[in-house]
């Protein structure tokens, strides 16, 4: 005689039930439950097939869900570590460009040359300007401070 596990065969059935178009394999589960005291024991074995199947099933779904977060966690990852040394260099060109004629005419060239999206522009204008004017200082951040206008 075949062993059921009748608690997992009840959580196939729940979930089944509630498909619209349950395959074969699921339907033939459906249709063995509702016969529950009135099986075959060649049914009984079926049953008991199918109900290991989809035990597997599960358990295939559940390592690839497992499989695609630690695959995604590593993307994530990688996106952080990318941004991360796009703001280093770009602090590090920034901190050049203070300093150095030399930086100063790559930001240029880089502005020029189209580098920089024309959408990102007006967010980067005041520290271009301040690195195209020198006579601008820059705060902790990076971020040029405005001279104090003269009122005399």
Sequence with gaps: MAVIDYDYLDKLVA????????NE????ILILAEK?????????????????AEKQ??????ARAKAKRLIDAEKKKARQRDTQKKII???ALIK???????ARQAVFLLWEAGLIADKDKPLLQDDYDAILNPEYEFD?????????PDFY
Excluded: C, V
Excluded at 17 to 22: D, L
Excluded at 25 to 28: D, E, F, P, S
Excluded at 57 to 62: I, N, Q, T, V
């Design 25 to 28: 394999a699921q339907q033939l």
């Design 36 to 52: 529950e005291h009135f099986r075959s024991e060649d049914e009984e074995s079926t049953l008991s097939f199918l109900i290991r």
């Design 96 to 102: 050049a460009a203070q300093n150095n004629a030399e």
């Design 140 to 148: 902790e951040f990076g971020d040029p401070i405005q001279p104090e």
């Design 57 to 62: 099933a599960d358990k295939l779904f559940e």
């Design 15 to 22: 979930r089944f039930s509630g498909y619209k178009s349950p």
């Design 89 to 91: 260099w770009g602090a």
